[in-house]
């Protein structure tokens, strides 16, 4: 047994000790994440955010498929923070998964949190990041899952690989924006920047000199692992000159598009292989968003560079490209359609075909009725977004905890399989649900159902691609299409062979998404639109997935040392 080997087992013998199943089949590693304030400056201004070990982005998780990592996430800040592992399965684990009042309470300040994170099913990359109100803007980092030990990529190895982080960078304090916000009911206050790596790039004031930089070499190929961090803006990202050749997204494969830009949503990820054989020059690469929306939106562009390395002249500006303008919807979608799963022997898809659970959720942004006009949405009112014409309300107990305990009063099991009822959902919606209910319900499914959603948008309130998430699965994305689903013929369509295999996914403006599972982790599992402001507003819902009948199909028990709630 190798050093590092036996310190693993060492380590497994300490966590067994302290009340923790060691159930790793890859290595184990053991991460320190130290939450603390540090002080960044950008756009000319300085302030002090949360991080994740003072860096921006936070420290990146490397694994091979298969391991396990212990991350001890130490509370230096001042307010109660979780960190969720995103597109992670956690197989029967939901008590490491992080949302905040959903499967634990905060980590209070001047305390730490052991959370076990195992890493089974994903090959690719993924994220983390904090998951309590706008906290995950500065707390976030990228998850690399590399192939298990003697298994290669499904494609040549790249000569060497980057992470590109996108992110929102906000002058004020983010946690007082949305507070704000949900104290007037009005919007939320839109970033100021976008950032590639924490830097906001040339197109922005006093960002010049710290503008993120690429070096290559004049015929090498790069994988370039790009990660939407962004808080409320689905991202077109592209490189001058140079063309994109996706082969993965959210930690699965992907049959190869070649592409001269992606539209990625906040919570995916997509890996890129970049051949550089341009001429040796400096290249941008550039990230603007993409919002076909009447909502207030960030319309700035991120830039780095891609340098080559040599003896040439640099330009005296690097190469710029044409990304599509930000409501080029046609755009998104002709991206998005080629997206399918490498459906190989060595990663084969499992798509249900019979269906025994269906939903149908309309996912809508809504108002709250405020008497006098006292709010500062719409008419004096307050801005609300649902599932199913229900705004989802946080509760102050954790629901796992609740479910798991029996404990009365902190959900209830009524989420609805359809909405209230049918109209023309993505044309003139007149007052239809404007005004949404409120509600802390929850949808229970039975162990191993093979599930169908169809999310579907509406024209309620500001129409707008909602990028649906959901904890604990990825999904197949079987179809989707713009007005509204029907049932006879777009089922028809629907792509049964390879489609993508996901964690988050967009619902077309005024459009439809159609997806598929195997209900087989059990678990709570947070489900919601990944746009920031529409989480908070309410736009969630949870799948309560039952146990099923062997030790094997049942959620693991807690550990004894989960965050109280108060
Ligand atoms: Cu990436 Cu519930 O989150
Ligand atoms: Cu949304």
Avoid at 18 to 25: I, S
Avoid at 51 to 80: M, Q
Avoid at 139 to 152: E, K, L, N, Q, Y
């Amino acid at each position: 047994m190798g050093s590092q080997e036996s310190i693993m087992m060492f380590l497994c013998l300490v966590l067994v000790s302290r009340g923790l199943v060691c159930m790793a089949q890859g290595k184990v590693y053991y991460y320190d994440f130290v939450l603390e304030e540090a002080n960044f400056t950008r756009l000319c201004s300085t302030k002090s955010m949360l991080t994740v070990n003072g860096s921006f982005p936070g420290p990146e998780i490397r694994v091979h498929r298969g391991d396990t990592v212990f991350v001890n996430v130490h509370n230096h800040g001042e307010y109660g923070v979780t960190i969720h592992w995103h597109g992670v399965r956690e197989p029967r684990n939901p008590w490491s998964d992080g949302p905040e009042n959903i499967t634990q309470c905060p980590i209070p300040p001047g305390t730490s949190l052991l959370q076990e994170i195992d890493f089974t099913t994903e090959e690719g990359t993924l994220w983390w990041h904090a998951h309590s109100d706008w906290s995950r803007a500065t707390v976030h980092g990228a998850i690399i899952i590399f192939p298990a030990i003697g298994t290669s990529y499904p494609y040549t190895w790249p000569h060497a690989e980057d992470t590109i982080v996108l992110a929102s960078w906000f002058k004020g304090d983010v946690m007082a924006i949305i507070n704000e916000a949900l104290a007037s009911g009005g919007d939320p206050n839109k970033s100021d920047a976008f950032t590639i790596n924490g830097q906001p790039g040339d197109l922005y004031n006093c960002s010049s000199n710290s503008t993120y930089r690429l070096m290559v070499d004049y015929g090498k190929t790069y994988l370039l692992r790009i990660i939407n961090a962004v808080m409320n803006e689905e991202m077109f990202f592209g490189i001058a000159n140079h063309s994109l050749t996706v082969v993965g997204m959210d930690a699965a494969y992907l049959k190869p598009i070649k592409t001269s830009y992606i539209m990625i949503t906040p919570g995916q990820t997509m890996d890129v292989l970049v051949t550089a054989d341009q001429a040796p020059s400096h290249y941008y690469m550039a990230g603007s968003p993409f919002a076909d929306t009447m909502a207030p939106f960030d319309n700035t562009t991120t830039a780095a560079i891609l340098q080559y390395r040599g003896n040439y002249t640099p330009p005296t500006s690097p190469s710029f490209l044409a990304l599509p303008v930000y409501n080029d919807k046609y755009a998104a979608m002709n991206f998005t359609v080629r997206l399918r799963s490498l459906a190989s022997r060595a990663h084969p898809v499992n798509i249900p075909k019979i269906i025994n659970k269906r939903l149908f959720i309309t996912v809508s942004v809504n108002m709250i009725f405020c008497p006098n006009e006292s709010c500062a949405g719409p008419d004096g009112n307050r801005l609300a977004a649902s599932l199913n014409n229900i705004s989802f309300q946080t509760p102050k107990i954790d629901i796992l905890q609740a479910y798991y305990r029996s404990l009365p009063g902190v959900y209830n099991a009524t989420f609805p399989d359809k909405p209230p009822y049918f109209f023309n959902f993505t044309g003139d919606v007149g007052n239809n649900t404007l005004y949404t209910g409120l509600g802390t319900k929850v949808k229970m499914i039975n162990y191993g159902a093979a599930v169908e959603i169809i999310f579907q948008g509406t024209n309620v309130g500001a129409a707008e691609n909602h990028p649906m998430h959901q904890h604990g699965y990825s999904f197949y994305v079987v179809g989707m299409g713009w007005g509204n689903f029907d049932h006879e013929t777009d089922p028809k369509t629907y792509n049964l062979v390879d489609p993508p295999e996901v964690n988050t996914f967009g619902v077309p403006t005024n459009g439809w998404l159609a997806i598929r599972f195997i209900a087989d982790n059990p678990g709570v599992w947070f489900q919601h639109c990944h746009l920031e402001r529409h989480t908070s507003w309410g736009m969630d819902t949870v799948l309560v997935v039952k146990n099923g009948n062997t030790a094997a199909t049942c959620m693991r028990p807690p550990p004894h040392y989960m965050p109280p709630c108060h």
